[in-house]
């Protein structure tokens, strides 16, 4: 009887303190202007929302788009967050100079340290400025660094032509040549396709970028579930070990060599960087720690990224032959078949920039981009935004909005030109982000984009294997919105 007893009251608490806290949830969204939005329980919030669902987060964020309008609101465990779906609010959030933090992934530091992505003020100030001035003096952007793409882009063309008349999965080889392009830039060396060590490291950044947003969101949102067994957190943790490790082996090489009137690339730049400030105020923001960070960011958010467009590229054009056809059309009238695309030829080649746009805004890579932190209490589109508050652009949203995209979910690379057949650069089209924490490989990401497709179709033709289905459009929403796999079947074109 007491044990009954016992239960009743349990209940009657729960009962009564989900019903406080939702009358209190409604109170304060009452009383502060906060943008309506999902209701959460106690602690968790909207987490079980996420969890105890079979749609993907993209799916579920867009219900709640279409239920609670552009700006909505909810608790993810402990941190307010506020999802925004239109360009106009995602615009204004990416170029507010008080939402331009990040929040700190503490669970992964068991390095010390910080880089670009994830650091805030002076730290973050310093270490983005010396990517842009070591990408500047290296060429990105320039046809200087033009020749370190195309060489990668040969290599992977070499690669992909071994199975000429065979069906094959492309999601390695071109993982490895767009890293092998950071690469070149951080340590002035690139990686053969067979290395066994180097794929090692590719595979676990790949787990990671993969990870489940559920595996991530659990171990920043709810933080005490790094410390359980099914937390996660600790497997994300070992991936970046192995990054580490490759890395400590390459920062050793490079201190033995280091020669400050010779800087072969980044790392060397870097070396020199904290020699130069030894001593002065800025030793504290160009040291061995803050170094790997800034690292394996380029490595993170250049290699994943980049990849994957080119994957959803494909996946595109596998589905659209026609579209296929007329850019080698194009490349035959504007380049013919005697010498390399250069990058200089897409001011020519007007269709294959539309051809890469369409890819970028359908496939979505950076579905949820980078959430920004409110760095104090503000307002947003007539909303409060309490400090700390979480904003998060949803790009599915916006690149997919019926008011700006006609028939937003077909793949029409006409939409980005005009009747002239010219390119159109749409303002409101920003894969890329805004402001001041815009992507800062934003031109070598382009330049790899427009070379890796160009060298390929140049060189072959890919099509659905015989006897398989034709690649889903709905890919895996991790850290960046990713196709499921599939397999091309390479055919060499007649030279
Ligand atoms: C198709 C390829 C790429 C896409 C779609 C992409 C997209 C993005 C987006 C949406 C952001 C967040 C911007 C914001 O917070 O407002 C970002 C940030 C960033 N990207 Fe990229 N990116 C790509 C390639 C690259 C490459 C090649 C690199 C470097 C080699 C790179 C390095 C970074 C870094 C370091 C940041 C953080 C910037 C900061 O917080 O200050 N990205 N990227």
């Known amino acids: 009887m007491f044990a009954s007893l016992a239960s009743s009251n349990i209940v009657t608490c729960i009962v009564g303190m989900t019903t406080f806290w939702l009358l209190l949830g409604l109170f304060t969204r009452f009383r502060r202007r906060t943008p309506p939005g999902p209701w959460g329980f106690p602690l968790l919030g909207c987490l079980p929302h996420l969890i105890f669902t079979k749609k993907s987060i993209r799916t579920v964020f867009q219900n709640w788009y279409l239920k609670y309008g552009p ?9 307010n967050v506020v999802v925004l779906c239109d360009y106009r609010s995602v615009k204004e959030a990416l170029v507010r100079p008080e939402f331009q933090d990040r929040a700190r992934l503490d669970f992964l530091l068991d390095r010390a340290g910080a880089g670009v992505v994830l650091s805030n003020g002076r730290v973050w100030q310093e270490q983005r400025r010396f990517v842009h001035q070591h990408f500047r003096d290296f060429g990105i952007g ?16 070499d690669a992909l032509l071994k199975f ?19 690469a070149s830039v951080t340590f002035g060396r690139r990686f053969n396709y067979d290395d066994k060590s180097f794929q090692t490291v590719l595979e676990k950044f790949n787990e990671n970028m993969e990870a489940s947003m559920l595996r991530f969101g659990l171990s920043v949102f709810l933080p005490i579930t790094k410390y359980l067994p099914f937390g996660g957190s600790s ?22 060599k280091f020669d400050e009137s010779n800087t072969r690339d980044m790392m060397d730049a870097y070396l020199n960087e904290i020699k130069k400030n030894r001593g002065n105020s800025l030793s504290d ?10 690292i394996a960011d380029l ?3 250049g290699t994943e990224t980049t990849s994957t467009t080119l994957l959803w590229a494909f996946l595109f054009l596998l589905k659209n032959p026609e579209v296929e056809a007329r850019i080698r059309e194009d490349l035959d009238s504007v380049i013919g078949r005697n010498r390399l695309p250069r990058y200089s030829d897409r001011q020519n080649l007007p269709y294959v920039e539309a051809v890469l746009s369409e890819c970028l805004r359908l496939g ?31 790009f599915h949203a916006v690149f997919t909005d019926n008011d700006k995209w006609e028939r937003p979910h077909e793949f029409r690379p006409e939409r980005f030109l005009d009747k002239e ?13 805004a402001g001041r924490r815009l992507c800062i490989g934003e031109q070598l990401a382009r330049m790899e984009l427009f070379i890796f497709l160009t060298y390929i179709l140049q060189h072959m033709t890919f099509s659905i294997p015989e006897g398989t289905t034709p690649p889903p459009d709905r890919g895996i929403d991790g850290f960046t919105h990713k196709p499921r796999p599939y397999n091309v079947f390479v055919k060499k074109c007649s030279v």
């Open 71 to 79: 700006i909505y609101n909810l608790k993810l465990g402990t941190a």
């Open 142 to 157: 320039k046809s200087s660094f033009e020749d370190a793409v195309a060489t990668e882009a040969k290599c992977l063309t």
């Open 164 to 182: 000429d008349g065979q069906s094959v999965s492309i999601e390695r080889l071109i993982n490895n040549a767009v890293s092998n392009v950071i």
């Open 235 to 256: 497997g994300i943790r070992e991936n970046l070990r192995t990054y580490f490790n490759f890395h400590d082996d390459m920062t050793s090489e490079h201190k033995s």
């Open 285 to 294: 923001i160009f040291n061995d720690d803050n170094m790997s960070w800034t």
């Open 299 to 301: 490595f993170t958010a």
């Open 364 to 394: 979505t890579t950076s579905g949820l981009s980078l959430p920004h932190v409110a760095s104090c209490d503000s307002t947003l589109e007539g909303f409060e935004v309490p400090k700390g508050t979480l904003l998060v652009p949803n």
């Open 421 to 433: 057949g010219n390119f159109i650069k749409r303002e409101d089209f920003i894969p890329f982000g």
